[in-house]
């Protein structure tokens, strides 16, 4: 499966509809198809997060969530304050983060992607 629109929806759309109240089956059976795996899992998950809400993710994958600098709680919190911002349309200021842990964590993301591309101008190619 590729990232082509006229691909990734439909497979999508079959595995929400396939398993509609069962996160992990209809994640995974994405995945499985291969390809363009994080956008078509990115759908689905997203589409089952909305209709089953937190408690339909499985809690080992909840504990395995790793963003850092932006953890679990970081995202319950965002989450809560979009809502109040619906509800009361009212400014408020965004949820910080660390700007030093994002410049960091960014930049070993760069030198990851750096390597690995000077890596493939080794032999053998």
Sequence with gaps: MSGYVYHTVP???HAWLANPRDYRAAVSAVVRCGGDTDTTAAIVGG???SALGKEGIPAD?????MEWPRSA??????GTQLEQSIATPT??????LPVLA????????LLI?????????????
Excluded: D, Q
């Design 11 to 13: 497979v999508a759309l």
């Design 47 to 49: 589409i089952l997060g």
């Design 61 to 65: 994958w909840l504990a395995g969530l």
């Design 73 to 78: 709680s970081w995202m319950e919190r965002l």
């Design 91 to 96: 400014p408020t200021r965004p949820l910080g």
């Design 102 to 109: 994002v410049l960091l964590r960014n930049l070993l993301f």
């Design 113 to 125: 992607v750096l390597s690995h591309g000077f890596r493939r101008l080794l032999p053998p190619f």
